[in-house]
Structure formats: structure tokens, C-alpha cells
């Protein structure tokens, strides 16, 4: 609770998030006796039905972010950066859920960009093959759909990261990124990009720059209160935009309507 309250503050320091999403996933499994209590007792306030489960509560809040974000209001964004704090925030998993909630609501295009060049990990979590994706597209000429890969739903598609090698990163710092991105603005509707944590290297901070802002992934009771206003300082003075910010893996050691009294 003190964690989620401590992130919640950030508004009070000048961070311009919308919100802090509440997004519970890999949730380690509880015993069958706790498991009981939990399902008797979480019930969210607002709700006189059954109790929800853990996936259904995360569906929502993704549903939520992603109506935020992309397709509410004059201010929508096209082109969005996530990239967690610090490693372990879970953002490579929450953007593949939310580009296949954004895929599930809008009818456009979407292309999901692993800009994760330090730990990339789109590929494996859909299943398809790292030949041929950003880094390749950085260096050679082509079409960029040329370089994009179709996933099961027929409008969402993958750049992936592409060949890795040691200097690798400095590509996210080259004029060619500019104009790739540009290229994909043109081919699809939305792009979400999947960047490397925010607190350790400047890989986001230098794709953030070329997009319609960044979404911080939170980790909670991880992630530092003090981390993460430095991090959204620092974004704010580069000029970055920060559409909002993920409390991702929380969950609920007492029931929820409890825990909001506290």
C-alpha cells in the first residue's frame, strides 16, 4: 500500500502523468486456502457483481491506458515509447498486451517496434523469429515493411530488434532512426515501441525524443520513489512528453475496498 501511495505523490512533485495505471500481472500463485479468501473478499468498490480475477482486473486497466493514450480526445498519440524505470518492470510483457488491446478496440494498423537492444525479448514472446528487424533497417535500404513481420492478428505487426552486436545502441542515436520513424508514422496507424529501462540507459530517452511521448512502467514495491522522479526530471527536460505511467505487478495483500480507507 505505502509503495502505491508513494507513486501516487509524483503528481504532487510535477510529474504530468494522466494516471498511474494499476496493471497486476505475473502474479505468483497462492495456496488454495488464500486463493479461496482472496476471490471471497476482493471485490472493487464501484462493483456489485462477482468478484473479478487478476487477469480480468489487468484487462480493464490495460483497456483504460490504452483508451487514454490512443484513441480518447483531441490529444491522442500515434507513436509512444514504454520503457520501465529499472529492469524487471515487466514492460516487454505490457506492451504486447497492450498493442493486442489497442489491435482488439481500433481498427487501424499497428506495428510493435522492440527497441530493446540491451535484453530483447518481443520475438520470443510472440513466438517468431529476430532475422531481419530494426537494426537491419537502420543500415540497409528497403521498404520498412520490408522489415516488419505479421503476427496472428492480421493488423498488428513486428519490427523486430534485428541483428545485435556490441554497438548496437548507438543505432537509436543515428539520424536514420529519424527517418525510419518516419516511414513507419506513414505505413501505420499506431507504433509502440519497446525501449530499454529509462533509469540505466539513454536508448528511450534518444527514440523518445522522435515520438508523441513516453509511458513509465513502474514496478511495484521495486521501483524507487526517488528513481522515478528523477527520471521523469529528466524526461521533462529533454523536452519528452510523459503520457502517463504503469504500476505494473501489484497486488492486494487485503481487499481493495480496505485498502483504499488506508
Given at each position: 500500500?505505502?509503495?502505491?501511495?508513494?507513486?501516487?505523490?509524483?503528481?504532487g512533485?510535477?510529474?504530468?502523468?494522466?494516471?498511474?495505471?494499476?496493471?497486476?500481472?505475473?502474479?505468483?500463485?497462492?495456496?488454495p486456502?488464500k486463493e479461496?479468501?482472496?476471490?471471497?473478499?476482493?471485490r472493487p468498490?464501484?462493483?456489485?457483481?462477482p468478484?473479478?480475477?487478476l487477469?480480468?482486473?489487468?484487462?480493464?486497466?490495460?483497456l483504460?491506458?490504452?483508451?487514454r493514450t490512443?484513441?480518447?480526445g483531441?490529444?491522442?498519440?500515434?507513436?509512444?515509447?514504454?520503457a520501465?524505470v529499472?529492469?524487471?518492470?515487466?514492460?516487454?510483457?505490457?506492451?504486447?498486451?497492450?498493442?493486442?488491446?489497442?489491435?482488439?478496440?481500433a481498427?487501424g494498423?499497428?506495428c510493435?517496434?522492440?527497441a530493446?537492444?540491451?535484453?530483447?525479448?518481443?520475438?520470443?514472446l510472440f513466438?517468431?523469429?529476430?532475422?531481419?528487424?530494426?537494426?537491419d533497417?537502420?543500415?540497409?535500404?528497403?521498404?520498412?515493411r520490408?522489415?516488419?513481420?505479421?503476427?496472428?492478428?492480421?493488423?498488428?505487426?513486428?519490427?523486430?530488434?534485428?541483428?545485435?552486436?556490441?554497438?548496437?545502441?548507438?543505432?537509436l542515436?543515428?539520424?536514420?532512426l529519424?527517418?525510419?520513424?518516419?516511414?513507419?508514422?506513414?505505413?501505420?496507424?499506431?507504433?509502440?515501441?519497446?525501449?530499454?529501462?529509462?533509469?540505466?540507459?539513454?536508448?528511450a530517452m534518444?527514440?523518445?525524443?522522435?515520438?508523441d511521448g513516453?509511458?513509465?512502467?513502474?514496478?511495484?514495491?521495486s521501483?524507487?520513489?526517488?528513481v522515478?522522479?528523477t527520471?521523469?526530471?529528466?524526461?521533462r527536460?529533454?523536452?519528452?512528453?510523459?503520457?502517463?505511467?504503469?504500476?505494473?505487478?501489484?497486488?492486494?495483500?487485503?481487499?481493495?475496498?480496505?485498502y483504499?480507507l488506508l
Open positions: 500500500m505505502s509503495r502505491n501511495f508513494e507513486l501516487m505523490q509524483l503528481a512533485r510535477g510529474v504530468d502523468f494522466h494516471r498511474v495505471h494499476k496493471v497486476r500481472e505475473a502474479v505468483p500463485p497462492m495456496n486456502q479461496d479468501e482472496f476471490a471471497e473478499t476482493y468498490a464501484q462493483r456489485n457483481g468478484a473479478l480475477d487477469d480480468e482486473l489487468a484487462s480493464e486497466e490495460t483504460r491506458l490504452v483508451q490512443f484513441l480518447q483531441q490529444g491522442t498519440s500515434h507513436t509512444v515509447v514504454f520501465g529499472d529492469h524487471g518492470s515487466g514492460c516487454s510483457r505490457l506492451c504486447v498486451r497492450i498493442a493486442e488491446t489497442l489491435g482488439n478496440n481498427t494498423s499497428i510493435l517496434v522492440d530493446n537492444l540491451r535484453t530483447p525479448s518481443l520475438p520470443r513466438g517468431v523469429g529476430n532475422h531481419f528487424g530494426l537494426t533497417a537502420l543500415q540497409q535500404a528497403g521498404p520498412i520490408s522489415f516488419t513481420k505479421q503476427l496472428r492478428n492480421q493488423r498488428l505487426w513486428l519490427l523486430s530488434c534485428g541483428s545485435i552486436a556490441a554497438d548496437s545502441p548507438r543505432l542515436n543515428s539520424d536514420d529519424q527517418k525510419r520513424l518516419t516511414e513507419l508514422r506513414s505505413e501505420f496507424d499506431y507504433v509502440l515501441i519497446d525501449a530499454p529501462p529509462l533509469a540505466r540507459y539513454g536508448d534518444a527514440v523518445g525524443k522522435l515520438t513516453v509511458v513509465m512502467i513502474l514496478e511495484a514495491n521501483t524507487r520513489r526517488e522515478a522522479v527520471v521523469s526530471e529528466n524526461l527536460a529533454a523536452g519528452i512528453k510523459i503520457l502517463g505511467a504503469v504500476l505494473n505487478k501489484r497486488t492486494f495483500p487485503i481487499p481493495e475496498r480496505l483504499h
